[in-house]
């Protein structure tokens, strides 16, 4: 900073001198800053958020310390600045941007980051003196929280920034973060919060659930600032030359390289976005193999990675060393002016704001153009982006709705406070209270949380490792001994892998990354799969390791991960319904939509394209049996949800059996009996009554409940994952876990974690409001059912997923290309009048 010089102008002076002026939203945040205010900044990616909530502080001490400055840490100011981010990978990144304007602007200011990865020696400093920013995930700082000298630690504490608030909140890392920041207020309550977010569709529950609320749960009054910066975005398509009329789930396949390649060649440094991790590999292995002349300039990065090659790949798209990185979500988030050029999108995007996240990704600068090309891998795909488009075009982004009151986060956070100096039950229960998440938490709850903290409950009250923080002749609740603090400390965190093991080769035992335990267990020695870009050859497990050695050969499985098929989102589904129903009125506006015409075309001859408000059912017989093919149209997880339900309502008028299929437009009921069918047809067995039972009793949500309760029991304390090197197999920890499901289900069938554990399996796994929701529209609507002499076009993919799951020898492209043979005959023949094609006419159901 210039001597003389306003704090001002030197804000200014350092934007001019990278050719930047700041935005109006920018000032903004600093004015309210500057004025004691928190708040959110809602803004597109790469529009300046970073420096919008940076600067403020920095313009603060340059009014307050004009003179001061150093270059040394150890005289640098304390703690002012906890910046959060839900990635430990963003923190590095983080940091270069804040030291940035800091050192050159003269700060006496120490900027560093403190995560799972920081190095120890480093740790240690900080440990003695932190710096004056610290970047840390909510991890670090509930570890923090568990010092003995917390209320100390953060004495001269003015802000916390939230980061990419949008990806925490609607988690159990957000509400570790809502109670995290409600300790924080406790120790300075001047303290301003401000938070980060794109792509959001309901900001003002965000910003509640940021700052909290009062003494009469009344959110806290903050500011809500919208960057107004104009940044385009284009959505385009990679559409094949031909397009197939029955289309299904992978059927275009690696077809669309040659053009990927050259969409490559179009721009610098490109991000080829995949939805799974399976899928990653596939088109890394397809792109070195191209005969590009960047094909050795490729890097592949997803979660299942070791963290050495993540970081490896980031540095190379960073310095220019690579020209393309195909990659998972692992990549969705960055800090402003990572120089990206390109974006690919391999499959629909599923949710708008994945799309808008994503290619935000691409110009990741203000003012600059974000673009992504959409890269189908089957026809509807086309649909999907033309949807998608539609959506942005309206400003429909989904929203994200933060959790409510989990109890093992809470007993959690509340052994931590324990810990970091103990508490008194009537205080910490009204600071939790202050937290969106926790501002309904009943007297009853908080004394069960208790009572599970200080003796297990009712169920584990003989065995005293559960009693991890009891009241001392003071009433302060403290954690006993130094081993149950260990474990604590070891345990905290919400974040609950997937079971999986550590992938090493065998010579010279370096870590790969971490694959599914499931597809390893299937694996004999000598089996090749491919992994990290690389084609492995099994040899054993032991010691939680799965040792392979490199193969000779690529030809192998690609590692299956859990949770692989993402749904498309409510708004996404509606914009998709949206344009089928142009389609029924013949309007094609958009390239995909162009492009799908012909198979639309064929539906509607064939059967019916559904509009908007209409449930179309079709029934038709094969030489497998009776087909029920129904189209919501709302994604898969609701599909599955509604295929259970109605097969169990079917069970209940006589004994059947069945065959099920979904996916994102619809689900497949196959039978071998017609007469069961019809009967359901005319009881209406999808309606909206009576789910509170149903939908439990036809989805087996009691197994379900006892697997999501290792997520819940490991939260809460009960389980222990073991010391580093000496850890538990997921098995080990899945029979844990179940044990005390079963000890809690006979002894104490009313444990509050049993309730959170069945209420996490209906929401997050089973969409049951979005179940709820779509049989409502349903029966509000219009219902056609129509009986064909083949299958349809949106019949098709239903069929050739149900086909994947047969054992046979015969190869999944043959068989479909059998199949496919009569429909596409069918398909060519002189046109029918409509109705001769139909067995009996539509009927319909108006409300």
Known sequence: MVAGEAPADAIERWFAQRTWRPFAFQREVWSAYLGGESGLVHAATGTGKTYAAWMGPVLEWLRDYPRETTTRRAHAAPLRVLWLTPLRALAADTVDALRRPVEELGLPWSVESRTGDTPAPVRA?????????????????????????????????????????HELMASKRGVQTELCLARLRRFQPALRTWGL????????????????????RRPNPARLIRGLVPKGLAVDSLIPETMDRFPWSG????????????????????????????????WFQALTGSGAAWADRIGLHHGSLDRA?????????????????????SLDLGVDFTPVDRVLQVGSPKAIGRLIQRAGRSGHQPGALSRVTCVPTHALELVDVAAARAALERGAIEARNPLERPLALLAQHAVTIALGG????????????TTWAYRDLPDDEWQWVLDFISRGGEALRAYPEYSRAVPDEEGIFRVPNRMIA?????????????????????????SIGSVEENFLARLRPGDRFIFAGKALEFVRIRDLTAWVRKAASAEGAVPKWSGLRMPLSAELAAAVREKLDEARRGVFLMPEMEAVRPVLELQGSWSLIPAADELLIERVRTREGHHLFVYPVEGRLVHEGMAALFAYRIAQLGPISFTLAANDYGFELLSAERARLDEALEAGLLSAEHLVHDIPASLNAAEMARRQFREVARVAGLVFQGYPGTGRSPKQLQASSGLIFDVFARHDPENLLLAQAAREVLERQLERSRLVAALTRMSAGKLSIVEVERPTPLAFPLIVDRAREQLTSEKLSDRVRRMTAPLERAATAPPVPRFANLRAARRERRP
């Not at 798209?317 to 020209?323: F, T």
């Open 197 to 216: 977010s794109a792509t959001l569709g309901n900001i003002e529950s965000a910003r509640d659930a940021l700052v909290g609320v009062d003494a009469a």
């Open 125 to 165: 400093r900080q440990r003695e003196r932190l710096p004056t920013a610290l970047v840390t995930t909510p991890e670090s700082l509930a570890l923090l929280l568990t010092r003995e000298d917390a209320s100390t630690l953060f004495d001269d504490l003015a802000c916390v920034v939230v980061d990419e608030w």
């Open 486 to 510: 260990m474990r604590h400390r070891m345990s905290i965190g919400s974040i609950v892998s997937e079971p999986a093991l550590t992938v090493r080769y065998l010579r010279g035992r370096k």
């Open 309 to 329: 090659e993540r970081e490896r790949v980031e540095e190379g798209l960073r310095s220019g060393a690579l020209r393309c990185v195909v990659c998972t979500s």
């Open 251 to 282: 059927q275009i396949g690696l077809t669309l390289v040659p053009e990927v390649v050259r969409a490559i060649d179009e721009g610098g440094s490109t991000l080829v976005f995949t939805n799974t991790r399976a899928t990653a590999e596939i």
């Open 422 to 433: 103990g508490f008194q039950p009537g205080e910490l229960l009204a600071e939790v209270r």
